[in-house]
């Protein structure tokens, strides 16, 4: 009777296709349906390979995953790659968090102002507003 391969986690399988085929496409990115045709993923299966590579196999290889409209996902060495991407992560986030404030607290705090809970959220979220603010630029 033949042994039975260990079942490897999806996710890290998925990781590893994603990652040997944007480190074969270096110094260029792929796009999700060139790493779909490179892998033979789906494009869901490539996502949660995109997701595996950033949370574990960049941190391990200390070569961050960036992705731009033009040249897709790519292993860049470039550090000013690294800090543009980051950028654009932080206006991203920042906008997020904006909504919130503005389509979320405001509102509960101008309908209750004496809200202790909502006063704490917008002082504690406007701190961290003007750092996204700050790390964006």
Same mark, same amino acid.
């Given at each position: 009777m033949p042994r039975r391969r260990e079942a490897r986690p999806l996710a890290e399988h998925y990781g590893?296709?994603?990652r040997v085929a944007l480190m074969e496409a270096r110094p260029a990115g792929l796009h999700t349906y060139q790493l779909m045709a490179a892998t033979r993923l789906t494009r869901s299966q490539v /996502?949660? /390979?995109?997701?595996?590579v950033r949370d574990v196999v960049a941190a391990e290889n200390?070569?961050?995953i960036t992705w731009t409209r033009r040249d897709g996902f790519m292993f860049s060495d470039d550090p000013a790659d690294w800090i543009e991407y980051d950028k654009r992560?932080?206006?991203?986030?920042? /906008?997020?968090?904006t909504r919130v404030i503005t /389509?979320?607290?405001?509102?509960?705090?101008a309908r209750y102002p004496d809200d202790e809970w909502a006063q704490l959220a917008t002082a504690q979220l406007t701190g961290v507003r003007a750092?996204?603010?700050?790390?964006?630029k």
């Open positions: 590893d296709l994603v /996502g949660r /390979g995109i997701r595996h200390l070569t961050p992560q932080f206006r991203q986030i920042l /906008g997020r968090l /389509g979320t607290l405001d509102p509960h705090l750092t996204l603010a700050q790390l964006s």
